[in-house]
Nanobody
Framework: QVQLVESGGGLVQPGGSLRLSCVASGFMFSLYPMKWYRQPPGKEREFVATIGTGGGTNYAASLKGRFTISRDNAKSTVYLQMNNLKPDDTAVYYC?????????WGQGTQVTVSS
């Protein structure tokens, strides 16, 4: 079955960096676009970034330039490099795939940006 496992979150000071990872299993990873979403406290889940099978990327407008999505098909892993983090980036971060007309989510990883 499809499984997504995120990791790499934590507490970081404003201006710091984190790299999130999402290891996927249960499907042919290289054939599917992958996405990152986040859910800030008390708010709805929102789109962060997507990467296609050929490596093409797209970002939420407000995050472009600070966040970078990438993938390693050999490791069935999608990454999210986050730089110059701000308190507003505090959220639970999730990876996502649309597989068989159904969306799958990992358990999420908490990112807290605070001094």
């Amino acid at each position: 079955q499809v499984q997504l496992v995120e990791s790499g979150g934590g507490l970081v000071q404003p201006g710091g960096s984190l790299r999130l990872s999402c290891v996927a299993s249960g499907f042919m990873f290289s054939l599917y676009p992958m996405k990152w979403y986040r859910q800030p406290p008390g708010k709805e889940r929102e789109f962060v970034a997507t990467i296609g099978t050929g490596g093409g990327t797209n970002y939420a407008a407000s995050l472009k330039g600070r966040f970078t999505i990438s993938r390693d098909n050999a490791k069935s892993t999608v990454y999210l490099q986050m730089n110059n983090l701000k308190p507003d980036d505090t959220a639970v971060y999730y990876c996502n795939i649309l597989y068989g007309q159904r969306g799958y989510w990992g358990q999420g990883t908490q990112v807290t940006v605070s001094s």
